[in-house]
């Protein structure tokens, strides 16, 4: 179920005010984030923000593309290895 267009899309506070920050800088940084939840808005376009999946740090570029989607889309968080097969087929 989506969130209601009254109360607007969810973004974390910390996350939101490193976005404001990032843009009033001439230098562009990596932003690294937790909130996988938050969602990716217009600002954010440009942007490189790393977003941790349990083990390591997905970095992630924000283009047009991508607003409206959540962060945690784009960093997996199990890996597959894929299905259980027979080991004497592989001989």
């Known amino acids: 179920?989506?969130?209601?267009?009254k109360k607007g899309p969810f973004i974390?506070?910390?996350?939101?005010?490193?976005?404001?920050?990032?843009?009033?800088?001439?230098?562009?940084?990596?932003i690294k984030t937790y909130s996988r939840t938050s969602t990716i808005i217009p600002e954010m376009v440009g942007?490189?923000?790393s977003v941790y999946n349990g083990k390591t740090w997905v970095p992630v570029y924000v283009t047009?593309?991508?607003v409206g989607h959540k962060l945690g889309e784009f960093a997996?968080?199990?890996?597959?290895?894929?299905?259980?097969?027979?080991k004497k087929s592989k001989r």
């Open 76 to 86: 997996p968080t199990r890996m597959f290895r894929g299905h259980g097969g027979d």
């Open 64 to 66: 047009e593309a991508l």
């Open 47 to 49: 942007l490189t923000i």
């Open 12 to 30: 974390a506070k910390s996350l939101y005010k490193k976005i404001v920050d990032q843009s009033k800088a001439s230098k562009k940084q990596m």
């Open 1 to 5: 179920m989506s969130r209601s267009i």
